[in-house]
């Protein structure tokens, strides 16, 4: 299968892919007639400023709301749940933004932040917040790998802090979000597609031997990505042992946490982040991740396993 970069994460992600296995960001396609029109349309607009014919538009003279990133203190109680229904209604933008911006201020390389998994929520704990993960580069300049993180814009909470805050503020944001997904306990079983775990720590003979001869080959990170089954299942051996599992057609699959039955695993904990581009736990038991992605149809596109490499 073909690889793109992901425009979020920079990735190498399969062209088949609805969503990047990383960082959840959903991958859009573009049409050949679509790009054309793009640059028809580009064209036009560079003649227009060419020639001076652009219309000028004057600044707006409307009053305009103050918003929770902007607004300093002092507000009546009524003007901040104006501005909190605001910013949930455009999905809590704003307090991503200002959230982003005061974890940024809080590490020792700020530029060099990586954001994945951030999310708007709101509870009665913890009020409107951002809550996601983050890397960036420590004091000798590696990346020590993502961390969760809750924010407001003024109040930011680092799971690298000797404070166990920031998993009950993340639990009280997420469970929200997690309820609204059918009971994972109580619901039907999901049917074994692949176990996964008969796959997970094996060398690529006792591979074959399970799922029968590849059907292709090719390196991804300079380690061996096997596929099996007509693509259905892709195997990435690290260290000559099978670490990173990709299953995918699994369009029958609803998607929610009980979808991790089809490979031989069982929702008993809530996921530790979830939204409607990815269900993931990080970690699930002994393995490092495992991330549910959706198709357009409210069903599983794939599921991706990494079991003990980043």
């Not at 399969?14 to 296995?21: D, F, L, M």
């Not at 020639?51 to 300093?72: C, D, K, Q, V």
């Not at 961390?147 to 003024?154: A, E, L, T």
């Not at 080959?217 to 299942?233: C, D, G, I, Q, T």
């Amino acid at each position: 299968m073909a690889l793109v970069k992901c425009k979020e994460c920079g990735s190498e992600i399969s062209t088949k892919a609805h969503a990047c296995p990383r960082c959840g960001a959903k991958i859009v396609r573009t049409s050949g007639c679509a790009k054309l029109l793009a640059v028809i349309f580009g064209f036009f607009v560079l003649l227009l400023i060419i020639g001076g014919t652009l219309p000028h538009s004057s600044p707006s003279t409307s009053p305009t709301t103050p918003t929770a990133a902007t607004t300093p203190g002092g507000l009546s109680p009524a003007d901040r749940e104006t501005i909190r229904i605001e910013d949930e209604q455009r999905g809590g933008a704003e307090t991503i933004v200002a959230a982003e911006e005061a974890v940024r201020r809080r590490l020792k390389d700020p530029d060099s932040a990586q954001f994945r998994d951030v999310q708007y929520g709101d509870s009665k704990k913890t009020g409107p917040a951002a809550y996601g993960f983050v890397n960036s580069k420590n004091a000798f300049g590696g990346y020590p790998g993502f961390q969760r993180f809750v924010s407001n814009g003024s109040t930011t909470l680092l799971e690298e802090e000797p404070s166990d805050n920031v998993t009950e503020a993340w639990r009280n944001l997420i469970a929200r979000e997690i309820t609204v997904w059918p009971s994972v306990l109580d619901g039907p079983a999901v049917p074994v597609v692949i176990d996964v775990k008969t796959l997970i720590g094996k060398s690529e003979t006792e591979v074959e031997k399970i799922l029968g001869a590849p059907s292709s080959r090719r390196m991804e990170r300079n380690e061996p990505e096997l596929s099996y089954r007509n693509e259905k299942v892709a195997v990435v051996f690290i260290n000559g042992k099978a670490d990173w599992i990709t299953v995918s057609e699994l369009s029958n699959v609803p998607f929610t946490p009980a979808a991790i039955g089809a490979i031989g695993l069982a929702a008993k904990t809530p996921p530790s982040f979830g939204n409607s581009n990815v269900i993931r736990w990080e970690p699930y038991n002994r393995y490092r991740d495992v991330s549910i992605f959706p198709s357009n149809d409210g069903k599983v596109d794939y599921i991706y396993v990494r079991a003990f490499t980043k």
